[in-house]
T-cell receptor
């Protein structure tokens, strides 16, 4: 079945540094990928929609200069948390749907998530 | 705008018994999709079941079934014969027409007692 790989699974960084998270679709192409953030004991909140070959679309309240998204190919989207601060510590998870399947029935496939801790 | 509500923050169920996790939604779109995902403590999101707004029958996938009541805008998940491995967070989610992004409910933590 369709697989989305997310790397790294866990990262600890110092305040002020930048962290890059990769999301790859392994056996399908994805023109659109989605980045979610999940704080402890809370639900997933959509941060942005990553569009292959064009700019990402950010949800209200998400700083586009802080959370840089690049979708350079049909199988890779990256999220870079720039100048990370402790309040950016969270679980980040990406999802994608196969490009040829516009069917609502096709589930979105999720990566395994990245737990970011900023010290 | 779409909204998903899960009113049960936590649920206990005895092993081998059935349990129903509630989900209500609000949308003005006539076409939408409803999903349930399971999130174990490791964090990954595991797809369980899907219901389309125009589907005439309730969806079933193994031990999972979805009690879809369109007029009441509810899409409750029923897990039959609970197992210890079912202990996890469960999220109800919805897609709009065109259906790529998901709007999630707040989740229900299910704990299965031996």
């Amino acid at each position: 079945g369709a697989v989305v790989s997310q790397h790294p699974s866990r990262v600890i960084c110092k305040s002020g540094t930048s962290v890059k998270i990769e999301c790859r679709s392994l056996d399908f192409q994805a023109t659109t990928m989605f980045w979610y953030r999940q704080f402890p004991k809370q639900s997933l909140m959509l941060m942005a929609t990553s569009n292959e070959g064009s700019k990402a679309t950010y949800e209200q309240g998400v700083e586009k200069d802080k959370f840089l998204i690049n979708h350079a190919s049909l199988t890779l989207s990256t999220l870079t948390v720039t100048s990370a601060h402790p309040e950016d510590s969270s679980f980040y998870i990406c999802s994608a749907r196969a490009v040829r399947t516009g069917d609502l029935r096709s589930p979105l496939h999720f990566g395994n998530g990245t737990r970011l801790t900023v010290t | 705008a779409q909204k998903i509500t899960q009113t049960q923050p936590g649920m206990f169920v005895q092993e081998k018994e059935a349990v129903t996790l509630d989900c209500t939604y609000d949308t003005s779109d006539p076409s939408y999709g409803l999903f349930w995902y399971k999130q174990p403590s490791s964090g990954e999101m595991i797809f369980l079941i899907y219901q389309g707004s125009y589907d005439q029958q309730n969806a079933t996938e193994g031990r999972y079934s979805l009690n879809f009541q369109k007029a009441r805008k509810s899409a409750n998940l029923v897990i039959s014969a609970s197992q210890l491995g079912d202990s996890a967070m469960y999220f109800c989610a919805m897609t709009p027409p065109g259906g790529n992004m998901l709007t999630f409910g707040g989740g229900t933590r299910l704990m299965v007692k031996p």
